[in-house]
Nanobody, 123 residues
């Protein structure tokens, strides 16, 4: 069992920045690929960014590429999402997720989920 707790969400103006954190506990963190997903009101939960177990490989949705950066610190059991140049369309609840094994962008392949943190970008 892996427990995930997100933090760092909030209200920011368009063009601003936020850094989300996701703290993991319960199992060996470095055994898990980590993802960030988001869900806006009335929409499906969508992939945002993924990082491999070592942190050596990352992958991004086209909508955030060049603006968001995912990283992890295995010594601190934490994954981060640095979000720059935020847009109103980035407004959503952001979730971190973990899966044992290789990096994936597929929601249903992730076993463990956090409770989410709200990000609101005003225009």
């Amino acid at each position: 069992q892996v427990q995930l707790v997100e933090s760092g969400g909030g209200l920011v103006q368009a063009g601003g920045s936020l850094r989300l954190s996701c703290a993991a506990s319960g199992r060996t963190f470095s055994n898990y690929a980590m993802d960030w997903f988001r869900q806006a009101p009335g929409k499906e939960r969508e992939f945002v960014a993924a990082v491999s177990r070592s942190g050596g490989s990352t992958y991004y949705a086209d909508s955030v590429k060049g603006r968001f950066t995912i990283s992890r610190d295995n010594a601190k059991n934490t994954v981060y999402l640095q979000m720059n140049s935020l847009k109103p369309e980035d407004t959503a609840v952001y979730y971190c997720a973990a899966r044992s094994g290789a990096l994936s962008t597929i929601r249903y392949e992730y076993t463990y989920w956090g409770q989410g943190t709200q990000v609101t970008v005003s225009s």
